[in-house]
């Protein structure tokens, strides 16, 4: 299974990024996929995550700003990032979580700055 992140760039503050993610390969059951990121000497963590079954987590920090959706077609998860603020200038990985896999992305880096 491959995930092939896209989506990240330079933004100013204020400014909104769309993040995608296609899985591809042999995939057989998806439990759920989502974003994380990892900001230079900090630790990874969630930014967002969908179930198959639609649930999604978000991280207090990304609520009322970032949504996170999938198209089941292309296995294909997206983040849309509104409002970007300096403090979410990091690596975004996408993950994929199913039936014994738990595959990574390479990451997609977003710097927000002005």
């Known amino acids: 299974v491959q995930l092939q992140a896209s989506g990240g760039g330079l933004v100013q503050p204020g400014g909104s990024l769309r993040l995608s993610c296609a899985a591809s390969?042999?995939?057989?059951?998806?439990?759920?996929m989502g974003w994380y990121r990892q900001a230079p000497g900090k630790q990874r963590e969630l930014v967002a995550l969908m179930t198959s079954g639609g649930s999604t987590n978000y991280a207090d920090s990304a609520k009322g700003r970032f949504t996170i959706s999938r198209d089941n077609a292309k296995y294909t998860v997206y983040l849309q990032m509104n409002s970007l603020k300096p403090e979410d200038t990091a690596v975004y990985y996408c993950?994929?979580?199913?039936?014994?896999?738990?595959?990574w992305g390479k990451g997609t880096e977003v710097t927000v700055s002005s």
């Open positions: 993950r994929l979580m199913g039936a014994g896999m738990d595959y």
């Open positions: 390969g042999s995939i057989f059951s998806i439990n759920a």
